[in-house]
């Protein structure tokens, strides 16, 4: 079992920035994807970035250029600095983690951008 545990979250201005981050810890495999996806309310959760353990990583279109995923192997952890922000990025972010035989979820925090 994997545990995920993300900070970051809160409000900003529409255009501001925030860096979310997210440790993982337990049974961690060697190879394993780690990402970000979100849920707005009444919608469906929806992948924001991923990236594996070699550094490829993944973007939604409508985050391209704006956010960065990036990760830290020796300390399992995942982060997503987020620039230029919108009020449809409005949404609580879930941290991912996806090995071969098993994946998990955080708790979520929610980001909020609004003026």
């Known amino acids: 079992q994997v545990q995920l545990v993300e900070s970051g979250g809160g409000l900003v201005q529409p255009g501001g920035s925030l860096r979310l981050s997210c440790a993982a810890s337990?049974?961690?495999?060697?190879?394993?994807?780690m990402g970000w996806y979100r849920q707005a309310p009444g919608k469906q959760r929806e992948l924001v970035a991923t990236t594996t353990n070699s550094g490829r990583t993944n973007y939604a279109d409508s985050v391209k250029g704006r956010f960065t995923i990036s990760r830290d192997n020796a300390k399992n952890s995942v982060y997503l600095q987020m620039n230029s922000l919108k009020p449809e990025d409005t949404a609580v972010y879930f941290c991912?983690?996806?090995?071969?035989?098993?994946?998990?979820w955080g708790q979520g925090t929610q980001v909020t951008v609004s003026s």
């Open positions: 991912h983690y996806q090995a071969v035989l098993a994946q998990s």
């Open positions: 337990g049974s961690i495999f060697s190879i394993y994807t």
